[in-house]
Nanobody, 127 residues
């Protein structure tokens, strides 16, 4: 059974940093794209960042470009999201996701791309 468990969330002041981790168990995903999404209260879940199956290419929402960095450690079966210069509008529940199909980098910005999801972790940025 595949499980994704996020950690590293919490409360931070505007301008601060957090590093989210997503540990994956039950299967290895060394050739699979991974992503992060977030959902603010009363809003739909939105794309934040993705990393290609090879790890060579990253993709970001315009709202986080230059502030957030996605990375992966295949040896640890873990994907990370480094968040710097946080803003109150970054407050949301953050979800990691993995594509069950290997060697595919299409449609990384869409929820339907991903087959496995974490339970979500709260990030709150105070002004």
């Amino acid at each position: 059974q595949v499980q994704l468990v996020e950690s590293g969330g919490g409360l931070v002041q505007a301008g601060g940093s957090l590093r989210l981790s997503c540990a994956i168990s039950g299967r290895t995903f060394t050739k699979n794209a991974m992503g992060w999404f977030r959902q603010a209260p009363g809003k739909e879940r939105d794309f934040v960042a993705a990393i290609s199956w090879s790890g060579s290419t990253t993709y970001y929402a315009d709202s986080v470009k230059g502030r957030f960095t996605i990375s992966r450690d295949n040896a640890k079966n873990t994907v990370y999201l480094q968040m710097n210069s946080l803003k109150p509008e970054d407050t949301a529940v953050y979800y990691c996701a993995v594509d069950g199909q290997s060697y595919s980098d299409s449609n990384l910005r869409y929820e339907t791309k991903y087959d496995y999801w974490g339970q979500g972790i709260q990030v709150t940025v105070s002004s």
